[in-house]
């Protein structure tokens, strides 16, 4: 039976992977929904390093990217006990790997985060979240810090993201 509704998380680091899941957490969602929570590591860059420091450097990756999803996994479950919920972390391009994961499971909503990169920075390393969003058939939902505000222009409203350890 297909569940009422798909949610792919594609979450990044810690700090942007508590973004994404403060967001799936603060909402409600149907019994039944099917979530999937990934983590891509990228390979690494055309230098010309020594391969044991590629695979140590991977091996500490995957480890670290495990731990993450799985925590995010965790908790998606204890809030959303009826829900069905998976973790993978895979390895290769994000916005690839997105790609593919949504033709073989096909998500109606993809929660990701955004570092906010601008201007040349973007232009040089890319995003991967406006990736995602112009070459997915179903919703994507991005989600970003909040944004430090100077108080004179929105009395009240200063906020910004919040810190801790782990997810």
């Known amino acids: 039976m297909k569940p009422k509704q798909q949610v792919l998380l594609a979450i990044d680091d810690e700090t942007f992977g508590k973004l994404v899941l403060d967001f799936v ?4 969602w149907e019994n039944e929904t099917a979530f ?22 991977i091996e500490k ?3 670290s990217a495990t731990e ?3 925590q995010a ?5 204890k809030s959303f006990p009826d829900c069905l919920v998976e973790s993978k972390v895979l390895e290769g391009y994000p916005q690839d790997q997105i790609g593919r994961i949504v033709r073989d499971w096909p998500a109606d909503l993809i929660v990701t985060g955004s570092h ?20 997915s058939a179903c919703s994507v939902m991005v989600v970003r810090p909040a944004a430090k505000t100077s108080s004179k222009n929105c009395p009240g409203q200063e906020t910004g993201a919040t810190s801790g350890s782990g997810l």
């Open 73 to 77: 996994r965790d908790r998606i479950r």
């Open 25 to 28: 957490l603060a909402h409600k």
């Open 36 to 57: 999937q929570v990934i983590h891509v590591i990228e390979p690494p860059p055309p230098f010309d390093f020594p391969a044991p420091y590629w695979e140590l450097a």
């Open 116 to 135: 906010g990169r601008r201007g040349l920075v973007k232009m040089i390393l890319g995003s991967v979240s406006t990736a995602v969003a112009y070459q």
């Open 68 to 70: 993450l999803v799985e």
């Open 61 to 63: 990756s995957i480890k």
